[in-house]
C-alpha cells in the first residue's frame, strides 16, 4: 500500500522560512514527477512546484524565487523549502505523486501558517 507522509509545516512569522518532506512509503512504479500542492480556506487547490525525474521544476509565479522543490530519487522523498514567506502562502500543503501509468497519490496535507 502506498502511502505519501507529508511533514515540516507549523506556524511561522512573515519572512520566515520552512521546510516541508514528502516520503513515499510502499512500492511505486514508474514515478514521473513529484510535486506540491497547496489549498487556502475558499480557494481552489493550486499547484505550488513540482519536479520531474530529470529535475525540471515548475512553480506558481507565486512563489517563483521563494520557494525550491528538490528530490531524492533513492528514498522517494520531496522536498520544499520556502523562504521569505508571506501571509498569503497560507494553506494546507500537499504532496502529489504522479507516475508514468496515469497513477495520482496524495498525501493527507500539512498545515502552513504565516502569520504575526
Known amino acids: 500500500q502506498v502511502q505519501l507522509v507529508e511533514s515540516g509545516g507549523g506556524l511561522v512569522q512573515p519572512g520566515g522560512s520552512l521546510r516541508l518532506s514528502c516520503a513515499a512509503s510502499?512500492?511505486?512504479?514508474?514515478?514521473?514527477?513529484m510535486g506540491w500542492y497547496r489549498q487556502a480556506p475558499g480557494k481552489q487547490r493550486e499547484l505550488v512546484a513540482r519536479?520531474?525525474?530529470?529535475?525540471?521544476?515548475n512553480y506558481a509565479d507565486s512563489v517563483k524565487g521563494r520557494f525550491t522543490i528538490s528530490r531524492d530519487n533513492a528514498k522517494n522523498t520531496v522536498y520544499l523549502q520556502m523562504n521569505s514567506l508571506k501571509p498569503e502562502d497560507t494553506a494546507v500543503y500537499c504532496c502529489n505523486v504522479g507516475t508514468a501509468f496515469g497513477q495520482n497519490y496524495w498525501g493527507q496535507g500539512t498545515q502552513v501558517t504565516v502569520s504575526s
Open positions: 510502499g512500492t511505486i512504479f514508474g514515478i514521473k514527477v
Open positions: 519536479i520531474t525525474n530529470g529535475g525540471s521544476t
